[in-house]
């Protein structure tokens, strides 16, 4: 009997790093991870550098992808017009093109289960911004254990529970009502909202750091200039084209995204704060659509006016 040249033996990292195809359950996390990146990716503070060796997530996500996929597909894909045969997003780069230009569904590597909300882009272009989808999918990756919340509550996790610690849960709505209110703070604005309490709470940095978020400078004017949408109340993002400088909405459903309307400008030197992604997404900006459609049907017209 001679010995097997090939025993078998414990796997190694090699072997799980090579393994079986995704599954459903790995594909999913895969894509949320991916989601948790490009969100991150959105709003990384522009002091801070984003390079090699990325954040653990984005360099998980990487490895995850570039390694398998490389070795799964070692004839390559199609996956940009640019880029004839590229058997894998082995680069950061590569898997921003291919959040863009490619439906999740539609990704080789991944085998996302059918008959779910698990189809479209994860980047949308106009301005360049995560995706709805990828917001939802980031929220639910954070939280695994919460799938059964709806999207508002997921985003409003963490607030919730620094009320229930703070012995004052029911004080959360009148929290979620003054959010709506104010998408948008200066630094003095919350100087002396941290001398108030909100629904029983003392207002605290930890309080303001899970709520809101610096502005980017992504959403400076040239000018120096922070406009906000007439409709959702959120920040604008300036544009530059032929005609000079304009103004995009990054809420998914705003009136703003068809035909823009300029809000309140202010100024960079107020060192603006706005409500973090997902909650501006799925918190403010639903009832402050809703409040903008009401009030501009209410609003008298004024053809109507001269005709009466
Ligand atoms: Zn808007």
């Not at 390694?67 to 597909?73: A, E, K, P, Q, S």
């Not at 989808?133 to 954070?142: D, E, G, I, Q």
């Not at 100024?267 to 603006?272: C, F, P």
Request: charged share 25%; net charge negative; hydrophobic share 40%.
């Amino acid at each position: 009997m001679t010995d097997d040249p090939f025993p078998s033996s414990a796997p190694t990292a090699f072997d799980h790093a090579t393994g079986e195809a995704y599954d459903e359950a790995e594909s999913r996390r895969i894509i949320g991870m991916v989601a948790a990146t490009v969100a991150q990716l959105a709003d990384w503070p522009k002091e801070e550098a984003f390079s090699v060796p990325y954040p653990p997530l984005a360099q998980r996500v990487l490895d995850r992808i570039a390694l398998i996929g490389v070795l799964r597909h070692p004839g390559g894909f199609h996956l940009t017009p640019y880029r004839e045969h590229l058997s894998c997003p082995r680069t950061l780069a590569d898997l921003m093109a291919l959040c863009w230009s490619s439906p999740i569904d539609a990704w080789p590597f991944l085998s996302l289960p059918d008959g779910e909300d698990l189809t479209g882009l994860l980047v949308e272009l106009d301005p360049i911004r995560p995706s709805k989808l990828c917001l939802r999918l980031a929220l639910k990756f954070a939280h695994p254990d919460a799938h059964d919340r709806s999207l508002e509550r997921l985003a409003l996790l963490e607030a919730r529970s620094l009320y229930e610690e703070s012995g004052y849960p029911g004080g959360f709505p009148e929290l979620r009502e003054w959010l709506i209110a104010h998408p948008v703070l200066s630094s003095q604005e919350i100087a002396f909202l941290k001398l108030e309490r909100i629904g029983g709470v003392q207002v605290t940095d930890e309080l303001i750091n899970i709520l809101y978020l610096r502005v980017h400078e992504r959403y400076f004017s040239l000018t120096d200039e922070i406009a906000v949408c007439g409709h959702c109340g959120l920040v604008l993002v300036p544009v530059r084209g032929g005609s000079g400088e304009g103004w995009q909405c990054e809420t998914t459903q705003c009136r703003s995204r068809r035909n823009v309307l300029v809000g309140a400008v202010r100024h960079v030197a107020e060192n603006l704060h706005h409500a973090a992604r997902p909650i501006r997404e799925f918190v403010i900006a639903g009832p402050r659509l809703r409040a903008s459609e009401d009030s501009s049907r209410q609003a008298p017209s004024p053809l109507r006016d001269v005709e009466c």
